[in-house]
């Protein structure tokens, strides 16, 4: 399997502009999270998902931000409009909880610089 | 609600000294501990893990040991090499409802030759 995979790697858009990120979970996990890791505030969930359903987005900052989920395959978190402090690295994590197993697998992240 | 607390970094060392990092939690009930490790550029990466209370786990010469009685789950390893150079983080997951990770701040280990 190639693993949890997020595009693109590198975004670097101005300030207003609608940002999307992109992610591909392991096949057959059923939960997949959204990260955003900054130098001053670590590492924060932002949402997370359970077959496809959105559980908690109690970590998205403000109404900019929206996540979804249309199938077992994708996901995609959308900035609109982005600002500067948005930039970040965001990480995409899936799960399978079959079976007892419990340990997230993150994809390689997206770099997002807001101008 | 769940917390965890690790120590700050940088953690500085000489290639082949012993490492220890902090780690300690808040949380209800009997979570599951995690050390993800991240190396420059990329995702976290599941170091090891413990499910239960005595718990030790072990991987690439890491180990850690679930204490539920002070409520710890330090990182150690004997001989540390540059190549394990990374932020570490502890983390950890509650068994009720949807299991979602909580996180460290993270800590950064540096390793030089």
């Known amino acids: 399997d190639a693993g949890v995979i997020q595009s693109p790697r590198h975004e670097v858009t101005e300030m207003g502009q609608e940002v999307t990120l992109r992610c591909k979970p392991i096949?057959?996990?059923?939960?997949l999270f959204w990260y955003r890791q900054t130098m001053m505030r670590g590492l924060e969930l932002l949402i997370y998902f359970n077959n496809n359903v959105p559980i908690d987005d109690s970590g998205m900052p403000e109404d900019r931000f929206s996540a979804k989920m249309p199938n077992a395959s994708f996901s995609t978190l959308k900035i609109q409009p982005s600002e500067p402090r948005d930039s970040a690295v965001y990480f995409c994590a899936s799960r399978d909880t079959s079976g007892g197993r419990d340990e997230q697998f993150f994809g390689p992240g997206t770099r997002l610089t807001v101008l | 609600g769940d917390s965890v607390t690790q120590m700050e970094g940088p953690v500085t060392l000489s290639e082949e000294a012993f490492l220890t990092i902090n780690c300690t939690y808040t949380?209800?009930?009997?979570?599951?501990l995690f050390w993800y490790v991240q190396y420059p550029g990329e995702g976290l990466q599941l170091l090891l893990k413990?499910?239960?209370?005595?718990d030790k786990g072990s991987n690439k010469g890491f180990e850690a040991t679930y204490r539920k009685e002070t409520t710890s789950f330090h990182l150690e390893k004997g001989s540390v090499q540059v190549s394990d150079s990374a932020v570490y983080f502890c983390?950890?997951?509650?068994?009720?409802?949807?299991?979602?990770?909580?996180f460290g701040t993270g800590t950064r280990l540096l390793v030089s030759p």
């Open positions: 983390a950890l997951s509650g068994n009720t409802g949807f299991q979602k990770l909580v």
């Open positions: 096949s057959g996990h059923n939960s």
């Open positions: 949380a209800t009930g009997y979570p599951s």
């Open positions: 413990a499910t239960k209370a005595d």
